[in-house]
């Protein structure tokens, strides 16, 4: 049990590794929230633009992301750390958080919205109060992934200066310390399978009430 | 009213117009059935109308304005709109839906809990048990009722009904089509009925407007439409048993003659003398209660009425007992008891009273007869 005894003895960097982790996590998926989820919608009105937009999203996550970091941080804006980081993450998520968004709106069934519309409510209303209700739980599936997502490719960054668990990883494989790889991989697995569980429980709430009630 | 004046719809990439420079206006309070094969442009006609489809050129008025002055949103809000699919939002209950129109005209709680009840009372469900229920809760012809309340929410002067019968079994429709026209009976809006079912439309239209191809091939009531199909497509869609049809269009009580006899019960040794006194064809038997239990054509009297015995006429005469009509059944019903008891002549009913005779000579002179107002 060397692991555990290991993690005990340096817990308080360990802790701290953590809590930079969490700390990308959530300013990388809050930002992705903010920026993907009205693109989304936006593109929900606009085939042409859906088309595009989506083909973007599509190629940014075909990038192997050691590949994405290193490049970013030969942007001299970017450079080492954060922001680099936290701009890959938020291009990964494009993907999962705009195109859920999209086929969300997308699989609202066709006669709602032509019945709303021919009862004089404006796209906007119909947008707030049958679109995004309808789509909640397919959004939420994207907001799911995207955070699975982030935990696991976070832990990349280390390789570009975040001092997160990932680093476990990258300075445990410099000096070969087993205990030091293992504990930081277990620990970002860990994280990953907990927040994917936690909101799959979230997920199926998000099933309005309406459609989980059968007749009978 | 509803005046549509030389209106063309191109669809964006089609080369055929969908609706093709069609005049057609509909009158305060009438109901006019659009039919005609399915891609013909009733949809898209309809769909002008609300302006969720612009017209690609033409004007369509209502009660004299120019639609395209109004918002669209503000003009949907004041008609009644009901599609085949329904629509009702799922994540809604059926108050919620219903309440749909009244919340975006701003209406306080109350008076919407109020109308929704009464809307669901109006189109025969119970408010207490169906008001906070989910659509997926209903059955198809229970979620129709829904759709039709929740057009009607605002009491708008107009509805547009895109085939709203369409989806549900023949009982439930032909159930939701009677109670409909009872409705629209005590309601009188102008309404823009789309189906395509030629059946429904001579039962659902004051006035029915057949399409082929995006062209208006004729408008008429019923009666016009099934007396003078103006070519063969026409004659062709409404097909060949058109007359029996028109059967359909027609109470009893409307082509019922008066020349009828009585006689009573103990009148029977005379009924010969009697019904060759009275000169009519028919004479119906009377109990001593005055009720009608029996017929006893004249023909027949004349041709072995006096050798019959006073108890083999009275048998004769019951044979008929069934022969009774009510005077609101329609022509097509006592076509099917005039066959079905194989007799001539059928005793109209008013309530327990008798009220006229109407023969299968008078069935087959209306049904023969080209036009009559
Ligand atoms: N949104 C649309 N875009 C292009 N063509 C359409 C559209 N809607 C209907 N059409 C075409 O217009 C014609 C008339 O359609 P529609 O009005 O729906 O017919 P109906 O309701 O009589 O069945 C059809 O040929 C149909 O394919
Ligand atoms: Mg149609």
Redesign the interface.
Same mark, same amino acid.
């Given at each position: 049990m060397s692991i555990v005894q290991y993690f005990l003895n340096n817990f308080s960097f360990i802790s701290k590794y953590a809590a930079t982790h969490f700390s990308l996590i959530f300013g990388a998926v809050l930002i992705s929230l903010l920026l993907w989820l009205p693109v989304g919608v936006l593109i929900s009105r606009n085939e042409k633009l859906a088309n595009t937009v989506l083909g973007i999203a599509n190629t940014i996550y075909c990038i192997p992301s050691l590949a994405l970091f290193s490049f970013l941080v030969t942007i001299p804006a970017f450079g080492l750390g954060r922001k680099s980081a936290l701009l890959a993450l938020v291009l990964y998520a494009m993907m999962p958080l705009v195109r859920n968004v999209y086929q969300g709106i997308k699989i609202v069934d066709k006669s709602v919205i032509e019945a709303a519309r021919g009862m004089g409510m404006n796209s906007w209303r119909i947008l707030r109060e049958i679109q995004l209700p309808l789509a909640a739980p397919v959004i939420f599936a994207g907001f799911r992934i995207t955070v699975v997502m982030t935990t696991g490719v976070a832990a990349i960054a280390a390789y570009i200066g975040e001092k997160n668990l990932g680093r476990l990883i990258t300075v445990g494989l410099n000096g070969y310390n087993v205990e030091m790889i293992v504990t930081g991989a277990l620990l970002i697995a860990l994280i990953a399978i907990v927040l994917d569980t936690v909101l799959g429980f979230f997920e199926r709430m998000m099933i309005p009430r309406g459609l989980r009630i059968r007749r009978g | 009213m509803i005046k549509l004046i030389n209106v063309t719809k191109i669809y964006a990439g089609q080369k055929e117009p969908a609706v093709r420079e069609l005049n057609l206006t509909v009158e305060e309070g009438e109901s006019c059935v659009l039919v005609g094969p399915s891609g013909c442009g009733k949809s898209t006609t309809l769909r002008m109308i609300?302006r969720?489809i612009e017209p690609s050129s033409g004007t369509i008025l209502i009660d004299g304005k120019d639609i395209r002055e109004t918002d669209p949103? &503000? @003009? =949907?809000? /004041?008609i009644g *709109?009901v599609?085949q &699919?329904? /629509?009702?939002? %799922?994540?809604?209950?059926v108050a919620e839906n219903i309440a749909?129109?009244p919340r @975006?005209y701003g209406w306080p709680k109350d008076k919407i809990k109020e109308r929704t009840d009464e809307l669901l009372e109006l189109v025969g469900l119970d408010p207490e048990t169906t008001r906070s229920k *989910? %659509? +997926? &809760?209903?059955?198809g012809g229970q979620m129709q009722r829904v /759709?039709v309340a =929740? +057009?009607m929410a605002v009491d708008p002067p107009i509805m547009?009904m895109d085939e709203p019968f369409g989806a549900v079994d023949p009982i439930a429709r032909n159930h939701l089509q009677d109670e409909f026209l009872r409705l629209q009976s005590l309601m009188r809006k102008t309404i823009c009925f789309v189906t395509h079912d030629i059946n429904e439309a001579i039962k659902m239209g004051d006035r029915i407007a057949i399409f082929n191809r995006g062209e208006l091939v004729q408008h008429g009531s019923p009666h016009e439409i099934l007396s003078n199909p103006v070519n063969e497509f026409v004659r062709d869609f409404i097909g060949y048993d058109r007359v029996v049809k028109k059967l359909s269009l027609c109470r009893v009580g409307a082509i019922a003659r008066k020349d009828f006899g009585v006689i009573r019960e103990s009148e029977l040794p005379a009924a010969a003398e009697i019904m060759r006194k009275q000169q009519t064809e028919v004479s119906f038997l009377l109990d001593h209660l005055g009720a009608p239990g029996g017929m006893l054509a004249r023909k027949l009297i004349e041709k072995q009425g006096a050798a019959l015995s006073p108890g083999a006429l009275k048998e004769l005469a019951q044979k008929g007992r069934e022969a009774f009509i009510q005077e609101d059944a329609l022509l097509r019903d006592a076509l099917s008891l005039l066959f079905e008891l194989s007799v001539d002549y059928l005793g109209v009913l008013r309530g327990e009273t008798l009220c006229g005779v109407v023969s299968l000579a008078d069935i087959r002179e209306y049904a023969a007869g080209k036009e009559v107002d």
């Amino acid at each position: 049990m060397s692991i555990v005894q290991y993690f005990l003895n340096n817990f308080s960097f360990i802790s701290k590794y953590a809590a930079t982790h969490f700390s990308l996590i959530f300013g990388a998926v809050l930002i992705s929230l903010l920026l993907w989820l009205p693109v989304g919608v936006l593109i929900s009105r606009n085939e042409k633009l859906a088309n595009t937009v989506l083909g973007i999203a599509n190629t940014i996550y075909c990038i192997p992301s050691l590949a994405l970091f290193s490049f970013l941080v030969t942007i001299p804006a970017f450079g080492l750390g954060r922001k680099s980081a936290l701009l890959a993450l938020v291009l990964y998520a494009m993907m999962p958080l705009v195109r859920n968004v999209y086929q969300g709106i997308k699989i609202v069934d066709k006669s709602v919205i032509e019945a709303a519309r021919g009862m004089g409510m404006n796209s906007w209303r119909i947008l707030r109060e049958i679109q995004l209700p309808l789509a909640a739980p397919v959004i939420f599936a994207g907001f799911r992934i995207t955070v699975v997502m982030t935990t696991g490719v976070a832990a990349i960054a280390a390789y570009i200066g975040e001092k997160n668990l990932g680093r476990l990883i990258t300075v445990g494989l410099n000096g070969y310390n087993v205990e030091m790889i293992v504990t930081g991989a277990l620990l970002i697995a860990l994280i990953a399978i907990v927040l994917d569980t936690v909101l799959g429980f979230f997920e199926r709430m998000m099933i309005p009430r309406g459609l989980r009630i059968r007749r009978g | 009213m509803i005046k549509l004046i030389n209106v063309t719809k191109i669809y964006a990439g089609q080369k055929e117009p969908a609706v093709r420079e069609l005049n057609l206006t509909v009158e305060e309070g009438e109901s006019c059935v659009l039919v005609g094969p399915s891609g013909c442009g009733k949809s898209t006609t309809l769909r002008m109308i609300n302006r969720l489809i612009e017209p690609s050129s033409g004007t369509i008025l209502i009660d004299g304005k120019d639609i395209r002055e109004t918002d669209p949103d &503000q @003009l =949907r809000m /004041g008609i009644g *709109y009901v599609i085949q &699919q329904i /629509g009702l939002l %799922p994540h809604r209950t059926v108050a919620e839906n219903i309440a749909i129109v009244p919340r @975006l005209y701003g209406w306080p709680k109350d008076k919407i809990k109020e109308r929704t009840d009464e809307l669901l009372e109006l189109v025969g469900l119970d408010p207490e048990t169906t008001r906070s229920k *989910y %659509p +997926a &809760q209903l059955s198809g012809g229970q979620m129709q009722r829904v /759709g039709v309340a =929740r +057009a009607m929410a605002v009491d708008p002067p107009i509805m547009l009904m895109d085939e709203p019968f369409g989806a549900v079994d023949p009982i439930a429709r032909n159930h939701l089509q009677d109670e409909f026209l009872r409705l629209q009976s005590l309601m009188r809006k102008t309404i823009c009925f789309v189906t395509h079912d030629i059946n429904e439309a001579i039962k659902m239209g004051d006035r029915i407007a057949i399409f082929n191809r995006g062209e208006l091939v004729q408008h008429g009531s019923p009666h016009e439409i099934l007396s003078n199909p103006v070519n063969e497509f026409v004659r062709d869609f409404i097909g060949y048993d058109r007359v029996v049809k028109k059967l359909s269009l027609c109470r009893v009580g409307a082509i019922a003659r008066k020349d009828f006899g009585v006689i009573r019960e103990s009148e029977l040794p005379a009924a010969a003398e009697i019904m060759r006194k009275q000169q009519t064809e028919v004479s119906f038997l009377l109990d001593h209660l005055g009720a009608p239990g029996g017929m006893l054509a004249r023909k027949l009297i004349e041709k072995q009425g006096a050798a019959l015995s006073p108890g083999a006429l009275k048998e004769l005469a019951q044979k008929g007992r069934e022969a009774f009509i009510q005077e609101d059944a329609l022509l097509r019903d006592a076509l099917s008891l005039l066959f079905e008891l194989s007799v001539d002549y059928l005793g109209v009913l008013r309530g327990e009273t008798l009220c006229g005779v109407v023969s299968l000579a008078d069935i087959r002179e209306y049904a023969a007869g080209k036009e009559v107002d």
